[in-house]
Structure formats: C-alpha cells, structure tokens
C-alpha cells in the first residue's frame, strides 16, 4: 500500500512541476502556443491544492513504509517540499518576489532530492545507524 502511495505522490509532484516546464517550453517557442498557455492555466489553478495535498501525502507514504518517522532521504525530501511549500504561501500571500525565486529554487531542490529518494533510499543509512 505504501507503494501506492508513493505513486500518487511522484503523480502530484509532475502535476505541480508541469506548468513550469511548459512555459519553459512555451518561450522556446517562435510562436507561444495557445493550447499550451490553456494547460499551464489548468495546472495553475491545481497548483495550490496540490501542494496542500503533498504536505499531507508524504507523510503516510514514509509512515506506512517505515513504520516510524526516522532520518531517511523521504526525510529530507519532505523537509525540503515543505519548505517549497511554505515559500510559496508566502510569495501567494506578500507577492514577494525574492519568495518566489525561493520557492523556484527550492522545487528544483526538491526535484533532485525525489531522484535522489527514489534510486537510492537508504543512502543516508550508513550515517544514521
């Protein structure tokens, strides 16, 4: 069940990255492409719930597949989505825009941190035995 979860949770993480890869590609673009600026829009009002959701999710996925709350690279994944999480409820909320570059920079963190979490789940085991 935990892997069912973990699933969902890598399934909300696309849908939350999404709309940044395709403005990106939207801007590679000679000719902005109408149908991509409708779906980043679509992700866009998601984005909000979804990250609520992800703060909830992880949770049961390391909970369920640990049994315990314990240093482990999901650890460190999740310490990092929250912080994502709370910069962006902050830039939405002050429209700071330093916030913003933090929630930016902090998601590309958290990206690598996933690929990190996925491959390689144990790798912090040999420091906290």
């Known amino acids: 069940m935990y892997k069912f979860f973990g699933w969902i949770n890598v399934i909300i993480l696309l849908l939350l990255v999404l709309p940044c890869i395709l ?3 939207n801007k590679l673009l000679k000719e902005r492409s109408f149908k991509i600026s409708v ?3 679509a992700f866009r009002k998601l984005h909000k719930k979804l990250g609520i959701f992800l703060l909830f999710m ?4 390391g909970y369920m597949a640990l049994g315990e709350i314990k240093p482990h690279t999901g650890s460190i994944l999740y310490l990092f989505i929250l912080l994502t999480i709370i910069h962006g409820a902050i830039y939405s ?3 700071n825009k330093f916030h913003f570059s ?3 920079l ?3 963190f958290s990206i690598f941190l996933f690929l990190l979490h996925f491959f390689y789940p144990w790798a912090l085991s040999s420091i906290f035995k």
């Open 93 to 95: 909320h002050f429209k």
């Open 102 to 104: 933090l929630h930016k």
């Open 106 to 108: 902090l998601s590309i």
């Open 58 to 61: 992880p949770l049961i996925h």
């Open 39 to 41: 779906l980043i829009l």
């Open 23 to 25: 403005n990106f590609y």
